[in-house]
């Protein structure tokens, strides 16, 4: 039966000694509370069964084994241990047996301590070691396999360069985005994979950055296995602790959407403001707040002291009050505020035409669409020469 030297707690390292000689574990029991200060708490086993049967749940920070127990003897306790659990684990050898000591930690062993000669500040340090590296490891694991699933998730995909720029890793996500195997751009720079009629400028621009090791933002391009995608890099050169170059790190985006989207609203954009430019009356387009976004040049005409206050943003009764406060609306004469006044609780969104005389030339006829995105078209069109009102 495995006996409990003291109880566990919170704070100290959890040791889980597993040796048959019981004078070995009584005096190194009395060296770690010596050496140790309290830092240490200690549980012993005679066997490796004993051993695995203490595993599960985890109670333990790290196992400190003798590899020659009744059970198993040499590199097989090690390899046993290690099978059931994910602890440090830190070997004890005799101390003529240094060949079988340097073979577990080839094996995965975190350390190892010979017998009869290391002293108990080794034993201290070699514990200490082990559970930091250890727990090291588990964080720099986890935060790699965080970065592997954000990378497997993620809408981009991501690359890694040696100093050579030689691509040395391509993440998955490769080839659920664009149906390409991560391992043919393994050994090849990003030139060798860019499509032949690439632009060369851009390709001169890139090679001089990569040669003064800068970032690189944005660049798009196209690449010989999808010519017709076209793809986004950013790639941030890496170093070691040392100041050493490494290679980059890319982020790859595609973002042939995105441009035909941009390329398509722009064109119909263009669509919009010549079909707007020809019309023959003022046009004025207004967003939800009743600000201005767009109007072509008889507008301009038709309202010319209110030219200054054709600005994106302008409300429409902005325009009015500088058009009336400048004396081109009679209604409006000695009296804008009430005027505005009118236009705003009476007029500015009725579906019926708005007839306004002006200073000069025939009055003016404000006609009223409200759009589905609940913004505002506003037609101007001076009164017919043969009447005053239509």
């Known amino acids: 039966m495995p006996s409990l030297r003291s109880v566990p707690t919170a704070g100290p390292t959890r040791v889980l000694v597993v040796d048959s000689d019981a004078s070995f574990v009584d005096l190194l029991s009395s060296v770690l509370e010596h050496e140790g200060g309290g830092e240490f708490v200690l549980t012993t086993v005679g066997t490796l069964a004993e051993c695995k049967a203490l595993l599960r749940p985890r109670r333990h920070d790290v196992i400190l084994a003798d590899l020659n127990l009744p059970d198993s003897e040499g590199i097989d306790t090690l390899r046993g241990l290690l099978q059931d659990s994910t602890l440090p684990v830190i070997v004890m050898t005799p101390a003529d047996d240094t060949l079988l000591a340097h073979r577990a930690m080839k094996v995965g062993a975190q350390g190892f301590l010979l017998k009869g000669e290391d002293q108990g500040r080794h034993v201290v340090r070699a514990l200490q070691y082990a559970v930091e590296r250890h727990r090291a490891a588990e964080r720099l694991a986890r935060s790699e396999q965080r970065f ?19 691509i040395t890793w391509v993440s998955e996500r490769l ?13 090849r720079t990003w030139v060798d994979l860019l499509a032949p009629d690439e632009d060369r400028d851009k390709i001169a621009q890139y090679l001089q950055c990569v040669e003064r090791q800068e970032p690189y933002r944005n660049l798009a391009v196209r690449l010989a296995a999808a010519p017709d995608r076209i793809l986004r890099l950013s790639g941030k050169p890496v170093y070691s602790r040392s100041g050493k170059f490494l290679g980059y790190r890319t982020v790859s985006t595609d973002v042939t959407e995105e441009l035909e989207s941009t390329q398509f609203a722009g064109r119909m954009l263009a ?15 207004f967003d939800g707040d009743d600000r201005l976004l767009l109007a072509n040049d008889r507008a301009f005409n038709l309202l010319p002291v209110a030219g200054d206050a054709f600005l994106p943003g302008t409300t429409f009764l902005g325009i009015l009050r500088i058009a009336a406060e400048q004396g081109f609306f009679t209604a409006a004469k000695g009296r804008v505020d009430d005027w505005l006044a009118e236009w705003r609780d009476s007029k500015l969104h009725t579906e019926l035409p708005v007839c306004e005389p002006i200073r000069e030339g025939r009055p003016l006829y404000f006609h009223q669409y409200r759009t589905a995105t609940g913004g505002m078209l506003r037609y101007l069109r001076p009164a017919r020469a043969d009447t005053a009102r239509d």
């Open 271 to 285: 669509i919009l403001t010549d079909s707007i430019a020809s019309f023959p009356g003022g046009v004025m387009i």
């Open 148 to 166: 592997r699933d954000f990378a497997e998730i993620a809408g981009d995909w991501f690359s890694e360069t040696d100093p050579t720029q030689r």
């Open 175 to 187: 080839r659920g985005l664009m149906q390409i195997d991560p391992e043919s751009f393994i050994g």
